[in-house]
């Protein structure tokens, strides 16, 4: 499909456990978002990769949290020693180009879920 | 600091009713973008709108249309005539132009319910 995809769909990760999510954004957009969005509430801004450079992580939620896109296409979210409260669904999302303009285009995301 | 506001959690309608979906923000940012979201029960967000704080005009599109005031900040959803596959999550989100932020500004979504 041309849309952006998210793999795993659903995650389960015992407390303590390092999990990471991956995103395949559409080709050729330039712009990538991951979002947090807990249940019930708007998705929240994590991470915002132009290309390869990250240029602003302001959202992460703490040092456990790390995200790359080396190449500037396929990215992944690596969460560390994970805890309940990371329990959420992880979206991405691409645009096409760097402006605020531009609408981005969400995945299905990757539930989480911490036991 | 940006900020989107949708008051209503959830809204009931039957079948043929109308409902407008509200949506007040906040921004001390010149010029801004606001959308409209749809997350169905599959929970993939799909693009409904995009408007620029230039431009007021209201906008239409089949059963849906769009109220942009900026006197009062607000952005507002009509469906007309719902139909039960409008049942879902929509959410109302902001990006600013000249702070550099990239990312959107989401508020907590309305749940709408359309009943057969």
């Known amino acids: 499909g041309a849309g952006v995809s998210q793999s795993p769909r659903y995650k389960v990760a015992k407390r303590g456990q390092d999990v990471a999510l991956r995103c395949d954004p559409i080709?050729?957009?330039?712009?990538l978002f991951w979002y947090q969005q807990a249940l019930g509430q708007g998705p929240e801004f994590l991470t915002y990769?132009?290309?390869?450079?990250?240029?602003?992580k302001s959202g992460l939620p703490s040092d456990r949290f790390f995200a790359e896109r080396p190449e500037g296409s396929v990215s992944t979210l690596k969460i560390q020693r994970t805890q309940q409260e990371d329990s959420a669904v992880y979206l991405c999302?691409?645009?096409?180009?760097?402006?605020?303009?531009?609408?981005?285009?969400f995945g299905p995301g990757t539930r989480l879920t911490v036991t | 600091a940006q900020k989107v506001t949708q008051a209503q959690t959830e809204i009931s309608v039957v079948e043929k009713e109308d409902v407008t979906l509200d949506c007040v923000y906040e921004?001390?940012?010149?010029?801004?973008?606001l959308f409209w979201y749809k997350q169905p029960p599959s929970g993939e967000l799909v693009f409904l709108i995009r408007?620029?704080?230039?431009?007021?005009q209201n906008e239409i599109s089949g059963r849906y249309s769009w109220n942009f005031q900026k006197s009062t900040s607000s952005f507002n959803f009509t469906i007309t005539a719902s139909q039960v596959v409008d049942s879902a999550v929509y959410f109302c989100?902001?990006?600013?132009?000249?702070?550099?932020?990239?990312?959107?500004?989401f508020g907590s979504g309305t749940r709408l319910q359309v009943q057969p």
């Open positions: 999302a691409s645009s096409l180009a760097q402006g605020p303009s531009y609408e981005q285009y």
């Open positions: 080709s050729g957009h330039v712009s």
């Open positions: 990769f132009q290309n390869e450079a990250q240029l602003d």
């Open positions: 921004t001390r940012d010149t010029t801004y973008y």
């Open positions: 408007r620029n704080s230039f431009d007021e």
């Open positions: 989100a902001l990006s600013e132009s000249n702070t550099g932020r990239r990312a959107l500004t």
